[in-house]
């Protein structure tokens, strides 16, 4: 873990981004960063990830429909006890460089996501905006989304750049598309998608591991099935608009005892959300 640690401090001028891919950020809600792990960095990622899958956390899911001769494998939470998935979040660049996309003194922790797909799988991810599924409010937060195999334009994550700013957009359950959290008509649907007007908005990229995109938490999102075995870490972090937001239905993922130690409107101060941005000397 002290040569990830050195290797990253010996980068982090490299890792200072340009005012270009900021300004994109912010008026895309979406970005691609080349060559932000290094290879040392992500070797221990990729044995993270399959630390992982050989031993899943209490909110893994596996997604699978019939006659799919693939599998959506997906869990959360697992930082505290994967050293790899601690040492990605916390002494990598990327809690520098998600301060500065979004513009923030601070870069603190919120979750991190195992997202799998096995080879052949035609699950769909469906277009989405995260926030509604999460407890927390403000629009000072960015997921990387971290491939360690190489993903193909046609499998990637895709974004409609822009859609950050739309508001909440009614979430649905992704299997069956149910307005499960509120009542029909209440919300502004997902667009239709397959609209030449909302595909010429369509971002995406191939990439490389080591590659990554970040995005905005009401970014509208979506990926295909993949043909190859694409596995992704997911790692989310919150600025310093950042507020809890309790909600009366059962967020993805859940932070079982939060309640009763953070009041609502709190800064997300609680040891489940550390402070990993600036960076303090003996973290
Ligand atoms: O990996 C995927 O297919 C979906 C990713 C996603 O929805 C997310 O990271 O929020």
Redesign the pocket.
Same mark, same amino acid.
């Given at each position: 873990m002290t040569t990830m640690k050195s290797s990253v401090a010996e980068r982090d001028d490299a890792m200072s981004i340009d005012r270009a891919t900021i300004d994109r950020f912010d008026a895309d809600g979406a970005v691609v960063l080349r060559g932000v792990l290094s290879a040392d960095e992500l070797r221990a990622l990729a044995l993270g990830v399959e630390r992982n899958l050989s031993s899943p956390g209490e909110l893994a899911a596996v997604a699978s429909s019939k006659n799919d001769p693939g599998q959506f494998i997906e869990d959360f939470c697992n930082w505290q006890r994967i050293p790899e998935y601690e040492s990605t979040l916390k002494h990598s660049a990327l809690p520098h460089i998600a301060a500065q996309l979004m513009q923030s003194q601070t870069a603190r922790i919120y979750h991190d $996501?195992l997202?799998v797909?096995t080879a052949g799988t035609r699950q769909p991810?469906p277009w989405?905006q995260?926030q509604p599924y999460y407890n927390v409010s403000g629009e000072q937060n960015v997921?990387f989304?971290i491939p360690v195999d190489p993903i193909q334009r046609e499998s990637t994550?895709e974004f409609l750049a822009g859609s950050h700013r739309m508001g909440w957009l009614m979430p649905r359950t992704f299997m069956t598309q149910q307005a499960q959290w509120f009542p029909e008509g209440s919300l502004r649907d997902i667009p239709d998608m397959t609209q030449p007007e909302m595909r010429e908005r369509v971002v995406g990229w191939a990439l490389q591991p080591g590659d990554c995109v970040a995005f905005h938490m009401l970014t509208l $999102?979506a990926?295909s099935g993949s043909t190859t075995k694409r596995r992704?870490f997911?790692a989310r972090y919150l600025g310093d608009d950042a507020r809890y937001a309790p909600r009366p239905w059962r967020t993805s993922p859940e932070f079982p005892g939060l309640r009763e130690r953070l009041a609502d409107g709190a800064v997300m101060d609680d040891p489940l959300f550390p402070l990993v941005w600036p960076q303090k000397r003996n973290d």
């Open positions: $996501h997202l797909k991810t989405h995260d997921s989304w994550l $999102h990926a992704v997911s």
